[in-house]
């Protein structure tokens, strides 16, 4: 059953220490996304790969870090650098063109106290 | 700066009503654009999409929109909403760098 996983599915960490969010795809696509979800912002683009061991920033890239070492990967690192971690994280992924629709991940709700 | 506007935020209907959410982009260029949507529980999920042709498109479970390109917009209708219905909605536009950028997002509410 092709498709995108992420774990956890909630996180808790405290204030200071940096956590990394897992991002897997069976789904042989190219390319890869972080997007954040706040209420009332709707999603926001964060990091993005469309080939393997290369990756843009987003709108929102500060305090963030991602790495591509694999095409089925995609983890991101939430840094102590950013000063609002607590959101709702979905990884997406397509063929990389454009015209192709975005696959995307049940998502992790991350609580950082 | 490219945006997405998605003017109502949160909308509550009886079931049988009829349903339009508006969303108009900010971008000169060629567009592809898409309505996902998040129900409640479950991955956000591509509704319906236009890339060309006729710019009155169909989706799944019986939505619709139509593009006006003149007025920058791509409202979602349903003639007749049900209580399953009750999701977040998501307007996007993917722009000539590829990337995807989205509405704030409108809450629906059916009741039953």
């Known amino acids: 059953d092709g498709g995108i996983t992420q774990s956890p599915k909630y996180l808790f960490r405290k204030e200071g220490q940096n956590v990394t969010l897992s991002c897997e795809q069976n789904l042989n696509h190219d390319a890869m996304y972080w997007y954040r979800q706040d209420p009332g912002q709707g999603l926001r683009l964060i990091y993005y790969s469309q080939i393997v061991n290369d990756f843009q920033k987003g709108d929102i890239a500060e305090g963030y870090s991602v790495s591509r070492e694999k095409k089925e990967s995609f983890p991101l690192t939430v840094t102590s650098a950013q000063k609002n971690p607590t959101a709702f994280y979905l990884c997406?992924?397509?063929?990389?063109?454009?015209?192709?629709?975005?696959?995307f991940g049940p998502g992790t709700r991350l609580t950082v106290t | 700066a490219q945006s997405v506007s998605q003017h109502n935020h949160h909308v509550i209907l009886s079931e049988a009503a009829s349903l339009e959410l508006g969303c108009n982009y900010s971008?000169?260029?060629?567009?592809?654009l898409f309505w996902y949507v998040q129900y409640p529980g479950q991955h956000l999920q591509l509704l319906l999409k236009?890339?060309?042709?006729?710019?009155l498109v169909k989706g799944i479970k019986g939505f619709e929109a139509e593009f006006i390109k003149s007025k920058f917009s791509f409202n979602l209708r349903k003639p007749s909403v049900q209580w399953s219905d009750t999701a977040e909605y998501f307007c996007?536009?993917?722009?000539?760098?590829?990337?995807?950028?989205f509405g704030q997002g409108t809450t629906l509410q059916v009741k039953p």
């Open positions: 997406a992924s397509n063929q990389g063109d454009r015209s192709y629709e975005q696959y």
């Open positions: 236009y890339f060309s042709g006729d710019p």
């Open positions: 996007a536009v993917v722009t000539d760098t590829g990337k995807l950028i």
């Open positions: 971008y000169g260029g060629t567009v592809n």
